[in-house]
């Protein structure tokens, strides 16, 4: 995507007006998502402004055409996003043009549908859904519980730790959080007991999604592996740490993160992205560098993204009272990933694993090395040990029965226009089971 | 099902004459998969002897009837098998009575096709695969290898532990198995390399293919959990050594399992196992009994699988040299499961997770406590400490290119006809990358 890309230049304006004041959707993000009406059918759209416009309903009215255009009259995106980067940019710099030019207005603005009055889904079947832990400062601050002297294991600087998390529970923004039942066993105690999580925490990550998959038995070079990436959103890896701390030896966590994954809905684009793009830091000295396979002057260069993350708490109390909500934590992603979007793909396939059109991959769990970009409770608590305070005048260690958490993610600056994410938010409920 | 169903009657026998004389697929089988003829379409068919019966053909041919009968157009049992057993025992019953009558066999046996003449696949598409852990034998053999005096974790008699695999790399029997590349690191060295693993072994599983499934947020109870499970089939979850010891710490085994996991193709259902079910292993004095929500009295009586399980191996030049394949292992699942089927499907769904139907779960590595029962080279060469010889002269502590391992299972006695499951069978060969 060279700088030049038309479609990410900030001097064009849409006719939608609510997509120019500082939307996180504007005419440069063009984000695609999967939604329905009340009893209507699962379909394609792209968010602009405060709309969703109908991919199938332009499509109908003649003005979309390409080798895809079929693809948008399926219910999940992985059929168009197996097409890879050049059928993306392609129906991208059609909308750019429908949305910007003012001669289709008349066409176009009868396919517009505001955001609130759709519901939004998950945009792909997701084949395998799988989980990194890039996130360098969390996995010192949750090492550093277990072992103060020495947070990191040997394999974390040389490895892209990564596992299989749960596809079925995945789910889209505001699906609710019921709390898990599960086995956990105090330190005290002899033995497990089987009963409500006590201990319910969130995961700040961003989410791949896959386009182009690969053949079993053939890796992804990293230099080809960012055009596997259709592209990203936020990811909310819930987890109940109690369940977690009891059975996760030896093969990992399992019962305590496959209750619900919940994702922002859109699909931000590598192209929307591209701005937004920096140089990966450099590892501190006496640090390994890359093993070969994963070690790419290009993506050296630019496979880190400045994202802004933000999370918020809101608790029943501070809902009732009209309290604004808690910023938990405000961190950026470049600060925050120690390996790149593009040697996690590489990794994952270096075995010859292959991935499939519409998997996701989360990054793990994005925390800052500063007390202000702290991704999860665990962290922000000390593993309960430091209870934050609200001005609820309630204090929480870990996550109450009526608490809601918001994530946000935006990218600005550089000249470029700002674009977001959309929320990933969940409230959590009681099992009731 | 009844001990007095018709289905599993050992006095009647099909006209199908391969079929009666200790065949793994006698009319008491009727094990489901899906199979495809050259350049033709993928389609649900049944094993009876030699032959696979074409259902699509029959169904057209006015033989069967049902509610279900359009789920057999698919070219996938998932629709099927979601409508649960009572779906299975209908198809079941008049299946048993089309082979089992002389006055259907002009209309049937046009339809029966060679098994030797098909290519057999994956039975459904599987939405999430996941592995357990619940062979007590190999946790403890493994766990020596690492803690001596301490091999299994405290979490292991109260918790069926599992994780998530890889479902876009399951394949069927016969799949080749490329030797996958990673890092692995030498104790000695102070780096790890990538290359080629150089401990390549093989686990001995059944798996559990999943029928009706549960919605999220709402646990299958213990008594309801058999219903769940469609059917069964062997389960080969390939492993590298190499990749797992320097990955696994701190989330679990990844690149060293993804890489490929072969199944045999057909789904043997909980019907055709009746005959063959015992009551639970009483647990050992000082073993804790299982949590309420994991204990159930009918699960105790009845919910071990007497199956018998054979390994073995044979390499480039045995089969060069016309020997025959090395028994590497004999056991049986019963003496190998600590946790039932039931105990594994209740546990995973017991924060909520929802199962979906063609789902499919492998119990764990199912080594017995002798050993001639080990259900990898793992165990059997102690971790490649003790490599095992072969009548070519050969040894091996892992595998190597050319090594083709096959699995066979079987359940046979106490009156009943021996059922089997067919081959999961597949070779390796070099990576070639």
């Known amino acids: 995507m060279s700088a030049t890309d038309p479609t990410i230049d900030p001097k064009t304006k849409s006719w939608v007006e609510s997509a120019n004041g500082g939307s996180d959707f504007p005419l440069q993000n063009l984000p695609l998502g999967i939604f329905s009406e009340a009893k209507g059918l699962r379909r394609p759209g792209v968010a602009i402004g405060d709309y969703i416009l109908d991919l199938p309903a332009i499509a109908e009215a003649g003005l979309?055409?390409?080798e895809w255009l079929e693809d948008l009259a399926q219910p999940v995106l992985n059929a168009f996003l197996s097409r890879g980067h050049a059928a993306q940019g392609e129906l991208r710099a059609r909308l750019h043009e429908l949305l910007s030019d003012e001669r289709f207005r008349d066409d176009v603005e009868p396919q517009l549908i505001g955001q609130s009055e759709v519901h939004m889904h998950v945009p792909c079947v997701i084949g395998d859904y799988s989980d990194f832990y890039v996130g360098i400062h969390h996995a010192t601050n949750i090492g550093k519980q277990f072992r103060p002297d020495n947070p990191l294991l040997p394999n974390y600087k040389y490895v892209p730790i990564g596992y299989h998390g749960r596809a079925s529970?995945?789910?889209?923004?505001?699906?609710?959080?019921?709390?898990?039942?599960?086995?956990?066993?105090?330190?005290?105690?002899?033995?497990p007991e089987y009963g409500p999580s006590?201990?319910?925490?969130?995961?700040?990550?961003?989410?791949?999604w896959i386009g182009r998959g690969n053949e079993l038995g053939q890796p992804i070079p990293i230099a080809e592996a960012a055009g596997h990436i259709a592209g990203y959103c936020l990811l909310n890896d819930w987890s109940a740490r109690d369940l977690q701390a009891w059975e996760y030896q030896p093969l990992g966590p399992f019962l305590a993160k496959n209750f619900l994954t919940s994702v922002s809905p859109w699909v931000v684009s590598a192209q929307a992205l591209a701005p937004f793009r920096k140089a990966m830091p450099g590892r501190p000295a006496g640090d390994p560098q890359p093993l070969p396979y994963l070690d790419d002057p290009a993506d050296r260069?630019?496979?880190?993204?400045?994202?802004?993350?933000?999370?918020?708490?809101?608790?029943?109390k501070m809902r009732a009272a009209g309290l604004a909500p808690h910023i938990l934590s405000r961190g950026s992603a470049d600060a925050a990933m120690y390996w790149s979007a593009a040697q996690i793909v590489t990794h994952h396939s270096?075995?010859?694993?292959?991935?499939?059109?519409?998997?996701?991959?989360?990054?793990?769990?994005?925390?800052?090395?500063?007390?202000?970009?702290?991704?999860?409770?665990?962290?922000?608590?000390?593993g309960g040990?430091?209870?934050?305070?609200?001005?609820?005048?309630?204090?929480?260690?870990?996550?109450e029965d009526g608490d809601e958490i918001v994530m946000r993610a935006w990218c600005e600056g550089d000249g470029a226009v700002r674009i977001g994410f959309g929320e990933c938010a969940g409230r959590v409920v009681t099992s009731g089971v």
């Open 64 to 66: 979309l055409d390409g």
């Open 169 to 191: 529970s995945v789910r889209a923004t505001g699906e609710p959080v019921i709390r898990p039942n599960g086995q956990r066993k105090a330190l005290d105690a002899e033995a």
């Open 198 to 208: 006590r201990r319910l925490d969130y995961e700040l990550e961003l989410g791949l």
């Open 301 to 316: 260069a630019a496979g880190a993204l400045a994202i802004q993350l933000e999370v918020t708490l809101t608790t029943e």
């Open 350 to 382: 270096a075995n010859g694993c292959n991935l499939q059109p519409g998997d996701l991959i989360g990054t793990g769990t994005l925390s800052t090395d500063s007390g202000d970009g702290l991704g999860s409770l665990m962290e922000i608590s000390n």
């Open 385 to 399: 040990k430091t209870p934050l305070s609200l001005a609820s005048g309630e204090t929480r260690s870990f996550l």
